[in-house]
């Protein structure tokens, strides 16, 4: 089977999820802005970038159904292929040779002269690099990461990333640094949908999400090994950047945006030396855009929705499904779908939803007879079945993510919020009888409702 970007391009385009973009475009600020005003709309590919050769993809995972497109799976299995992919994962394997590595650049190099790197806001320093999957190994366990963080084209060979302090990647460069050592990573873009899933899983530090990409493949995920460094990367992805991360080399970042859509001033990141970049004959670019825009937000949210169902149904069983919304920036708020919740279920749910993921703030818990897709039924369910005295939780005080716009003193107030049937519902005498027609009649229309 194909594990390339180009078969999901092939699928998009056939089922009308495609759209080509002939006329020029400034890869400073105007293919952002397209990709921005273009929102859920079909995904880009940007065939005259200016001063570049290679063609641009952008907003493809921009909505639940296309990463589920891109997974081939069903919407309604999105969240359950996840689970069985951190649970069963496949393990990579070596192929000698592969696409990825049919052009090879060595010292000098020039990123920028080489790459259609978007330059994505005003107040940004400089284009960044946004679907780069970075490839670390552990300098202790020689266990693999696999995760995204941006990285800005500095001219020349140099790339400055902005790691949080909690992702792996960082503790792998403080690891490396504890020995002396730079971090070697190999920057990886233009992947298949389950190498850009697997890198957002919230899993344990050793947990190689390459085995989540595998599962999600439904069989290994094919690696060669990089040409300068001791590490491996998808054979048929489109574009490698090899190099080292220097946890001694802090820059000033400046302003950057953040999923919230607005700048962050995090400080300095760290430098990334690239000694070697290799390509497919004809490569084609993947870009994301950054800051609160769909594609960014549901691909962090596919993810930190099946993590926290996971945890949330090692303990309540009957928790069916965690929605992490776009409106909640993909990151802070969850809508929490559960089967017949016993009394105070619900509760304990929202409690361990919050303890698990850090950045959840607002949960909402609804019974699964209402689709957390629908904001109305959402809505619905609130006006319905909570009783705001006895149903709304308010913490103050817990300890926030720095990226929360609302974080004073890295804490937040977080609110739990159970829209869901009482158990003495169906008990109490002559109330929430719905009203409908006889349900024989309902079914008859409904089979034959093409006719009406
Ligand atoms: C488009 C995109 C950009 C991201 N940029 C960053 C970033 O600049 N810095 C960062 O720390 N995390 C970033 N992330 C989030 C991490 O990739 C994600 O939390 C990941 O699970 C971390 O994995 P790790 O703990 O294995 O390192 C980004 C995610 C996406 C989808
Ligand atoms: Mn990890």
């Not at 499904?321 to 559960?338: D, K, N, P, Q, Y």
């Not at 229309?445 to 006719?451: D, G």
Request: proline share 6%; with cysteine; hydrophobic share 40%.
């Amino acid at each position: 089977m194909d594990q390339s970007l180009r078969i999901i391009l092939d699928r998009f385009e056939k089922n009308g999820d495609l759209h080509h973009v002939d006329v020029p475009v400034d890869p400073v600020y105007e293919l952002g802005a397209v990709l921005l005003h273009k929102g859920h709309e079909p995904g880009l590919v940007f065939r005259n970038v200016l001063n570049h050769t290679i063609p641009v993809v952008g907003n493809l995972f921009n909505t639940y159904s296309r990463i589920a497109l891109g997974l081939g799976v069903d919407i309604d299995h999105l969240q359950s292929a996840c689970i069985n992919a951190i649970e069963n994962g496949i393990p990579p394997e070596m192929v000698a040779e592969g696409p990825v590595q049919q052009v090879i650049h060595e010292a000098p190099l020039d990123i920028p002269a080489l790459l259609p790197v978007p330059t994505w806001f005003e107040q940004e320093q400089g284009p960044y690099i946004t679907a780069g999957v970075i490839i670390a190994k552990d300098i202790e366990t020689g266990k693999r990461n696999v995760s995204i963080a941006r990285l800005r084209v500095e001219g020349g060979n140099i790339l400055l990333a902005g790691i949080a302090p909690t992702h792996h990647l960082h503790v792998l460069m403080q690891k490396a640094q504890a020995q002396n050592r730079h971090q070697e990573i190999a920057v990886v873009i233009g992947n298949h949908t389950a190498v850009l899933i697997a890198s957002q899983m919230y899993v344990d530090l050793g947990h190689d999400e390459y085995d989540i990409a595998g599962r999600l493949l439904g069989e290994p995920l094919r690696l060669v090994k990089c040409k300068n460094i001791d590490l491996e990367v998808p054979a048929e992805a489109e574009i490698v950047l090899e190099g080292t991360l220097h946890a001694d080399e802090r820059v000033e970042e400046g302003p950057v945006s953040e999923f919230h859509g607005f700048y962050e001033h995090y400080g300095p990141g760290n430098r990334v030396h690239i000694q070697t970049i290799t390509h497919r004959r004809d490569p084609i670019y993947q870009a994301i855009l950054p800051g609160y825009a769909p594609e960014h937000l549901l691909l962090g949210g596919t993810s930190i929705g099946a993590t926290t169902c996971l945890a949330l149904q090692k303990k309540i069983p009957s928790v069916k499904h965690v929605l992490i919304t776009e409106g909640g920036m993909g990151r802070v708020h969850a809508i929490i779908s559960m089967h017949q919740p016993k009394a105070g279920e619900g509760k304990r749910a929202i409690m361990l939803a919050m303890a698990h993921t850090n950045l959840l703030k607002l949960v909402i818990v609804v019974d699964d007879d209402i689709d957390p897709n629908d904001w109305t039924q959402v809505e619905w369910a609130m006006a319905a079945r909570m009783r705001a005295e006895e149903d709304i939780m308010i913490i103050p005080g817990v300890k926030a993510d720095r990226c929360d716009p609302q974080e004073k003193d890295l804490m937040v107030t977080k609110v739990g919020i159970v829209a869901t049937r009482r158990p003495d519902h169906a008990t109490e005498p002559g109330k929430f009888v719905p009203a409908r027609a006889p349900e024989h009649v309902l079914r008859k229309v409904r089979e034959n409702l093409s006719q009406y």
